[in-house]
């Protein structure tokens, strides 16, 4: 009871002249928000007898949930995937850039890695939340060293990993605990992953498939024992066939358990997925998309050689290659851009061509604002 007096004394803050999105239309509409809640204002006049304690002019801006990223590989010069002294200082710098780009929580990701990088790393990136430092970390998202040889992409293929005959013990031992993880990406034509999957999913880690020469039904086994999502789609997969369209066909498949949702990443950055693939994903499960901008460290740092994880990248223009190839090696968009390649290639919601966003605090309160830009 105390609990809902204390939540009732505290200040309301209103936000006015702000577009808010509700259903397919934006509309001017205020916004209320108590403790990171949303209220109804009628209720809090009519029923708590308050008015706003604090109003905030948001001048005409759209005020809408910030962005989450599940698949960033670092930025700024910072990369996951190396071992250092002091990681979660360099996650920190992250959190805090990234909200700029609107995005609010997301996952670090770690590239294939010998175990020892593993070992260092992931008691370092604990789940925090956000606040005016910077964006919150969800969890870690672990993408490889369980993946296809010929798919392996951007992934140095030293460090690759099978599932031994222990299968999950071999997992545990080359992460070591898994308290900090929140996705993994494995190949679910490997020997015994559905027994892997299965314990991952059983301790609440996200499956994801990805990096993959796996047919429809490998794939939709793999489904069936716990798997939800998947890895850049199209990207370091089977490419669609109309006989066996791969982990691509879990869109449309019919052979999913009841009730279960298969969600999916694409990148939109303008170079790893075609404007067209990116339409035909969205029409076939417009519910399961989810933007990543599988970001390298190289982020924000422009043209050069730069690292991720054990290998070189090289940045030419709007494109990251394993050094020395034409192998593409992540993304240099922040989740911003993404958004605004996928408007401009879905049509989904425009809202103006000419659109800044920016994530902001305003009286603790995070928000991420798209405002017009002003010549």
Request: aromatic share 6%; charged share 20%; proline share 6%.
């Amino acid at each position: 009871m105390r609990g809902g007096q204390d939540e009732a004394r505290a200040p309301v803050l209103q936000f006015t002249n702000c577009r808010i999105l509700r259903g397919r239309a934006l509309l001017r509409e205020d916004l209320w928000v108590r403790e990171g809640r949303i209220l109804d204002p009628e209720k809090l006049f009519f029923e708590e007898r308050r008015v706003a304690d604090e109003q905030r002019d948001c001048g005409g801006c759209i005020l809408a949930p910030g962005f989450i990223d599940v698949q960033i590989n670092g930025g700024f010069g910072v990369d996951f995937s190396q071992a250092t002294e002091d990681v979660g200082s360099g996650v920190a710098l992250v959190a805090q850039r990234i909200l700029s780009h609107g995005v609010t929580s997301f996952c670090p990701t770690l590239v294939t890695s010998p175990p020892e990088v593993y070992h260092k790393v992931l008691p370092q990136i604990p789940v925090k939340s956000g606040g005016p430092h910077g964006a919150g970390v969800l969890g870690v998202h672990l993408e490889g060293p369980f993946i296809s040889r010929e798919k392996r992409g951007a992934h140095p293929e030293a460090h690759l990993r099978s599932f031994e005959a222990n299968a999950f013990h071999d997992v545990l031992a080359t992460y070591g605990p898994l308290d900090n993880v929140r996705i993994v990406t494995l190949a679910p034509e490997l020997g015994r992953s559905r027994e892997v999957i299965r314990a991952l999913a059983a301790r609440g880690i996200c499956v994801s498939l990805g990096h993959s020469v796996a047919d429809l039904q490998a794939a939709e086994e793999a489904v069936q024992c716990g798997a939800t999502f998947i890895t850049h789609l199209f990207n370091a997969m089977l490419p669609f066939h109309h006989r066996d369209p791969g982990i691509v066909g879990l869109l449309t498949s019919d052979r999913l358990p009841p009730g279960r949702h298969i969600f999916y990443g694409m990148i939109a950055d303008g170079t790893h997925t075609n404007p067209a693939a990116l339409r035909i994903a969205h029409r076939a499960h417009p519910q399961g998309l989810v933007l990543v901008t599988d970001a390298v460290p190289a982020l924000g740092l422009g043209n050069g050689r730069h690292t991720l994880g054990q290998q070189e990248v090289e940045v030419d223009g709007l494109t990251a290659y394993v050094a020395g190839t034409k192998t593409l090696s992540g993304s240099i968009a922040p989740m911003d851009v993404c958004v605004r390649h996928f408007l401009q290639a879905t049509d989904f919601v425009v809202l103006d061509d000419s659109l800044h966003v920016r994530a902001t605090y305003i009286s603790g309160e995070l928000v991420w604002q798209a405002e017009e830009a002003r010549q």
